[in-house]
Structure formats: structure tokens, C-alpha cells
């Protein structure tokens, strides 16, 4: 199983940024697959999962209205659309994936994992 991300950059407050994910090795539609995001000196916290066959999305409180979470079946991505960004949302961004049967934000429900992409917001 291979989650590669990419899409991460310098952007400035207000702006917009979109990720990808790149799925492989798995039956895609079989997945849920969810981004989480460590900012500096913080936790991980779980902002968006999607279950790729259906695109049913679900989204954590501090994105909710901004970020957009999204799927591309033919190729096995997984897009987070990022509006409306602000410094806080400045952190490393992972995708994960695995099967669950209900929407999770939760790091431990997934077990793979990407390498991570860098995302700075600028004042």
C-alpha cells in the first residue's frame, strides 16, 4: 500500500491550495481515506475522511465551510481543496487510508499512512 501526497507550498492568508493524494496498492473503492495535519509543537489532528465509493465526506469543526474533501476514481486520488486559508492551518498534511465503516477523524482507525507535505500560510 503506497500513499504518496503532494500539492503543499507557501500560500498567503485567503488564498487557496489544493492536495493530492496519490492511492495505490489497494482496491480503491474498498477505502476510506482521511487527512490529518501536525502543526509545529501540536498533535495530530484529523480534518477530513471521505469513503471513496460513494464520496460521502465528513469534516472536523475547524474546516468545515473552507476545505473540501474530494475523490478521483478513474486515477486514485484523493484531493483536499483548501479555501480561505489562515496561519493557523499551517502544518505537515498526511493522507491515511484503510477500511471503516463509519467516518473517522481518528489517526488510530487507520493504518497507512503518506509521508506528509508541507503547507506554510502566510500573514
Known amino acids: 500500500v503506497q500513499l504518496v501526497e503532494s500539492g503543499g507550498g507557501l500560500v498567503q492568508t485567503g488564498g487557496s491550495l489544493r492536495l493530492s493524494c496519490a492511492v495505490s496498492g489497494i482496491t480503491f473503492d474498498d477505502y476510506t481515506t482521511a487527512w490529518f495535519r501536525q502543526a509545529p509543537g501540536k498533535g495530530r489532528e484529523g480534518i477530513a475522511c471521505i469513503k471513496n465509493d460513494e464520496g460521502s465526506a465528513y469534516y472536523a469543526d475547524t474546516v468545515e465551510g473552507r476545505f473540501t474533501i474530494s475523490t478521483d476514481r478513474a486515477k486514485n486520488i484523493v484531493y483536499l481543496q483548501m479555501n480561505d486559508v489562515k496561519p493557523e492551518d499551517t502544518a505537515v498534511y498526511y493522507c491515511?487510508?484503510?477500511?471503516?465503516?463509519?467516518?473517522?477523524?481518528?489517526?488510530?482507525?487507520?493504518?497507512?499512512w503518506g509521508q506528509g507535505t508541507h503547507v506554510t500560510v502566510s500573514s
Open positions: 491515511a487510508a484503510d477500511i471503516v465503516y463509519m467516518p473517522s477523524l481518528l489517526q488510530t482507525v487507520y493504518d497507512h
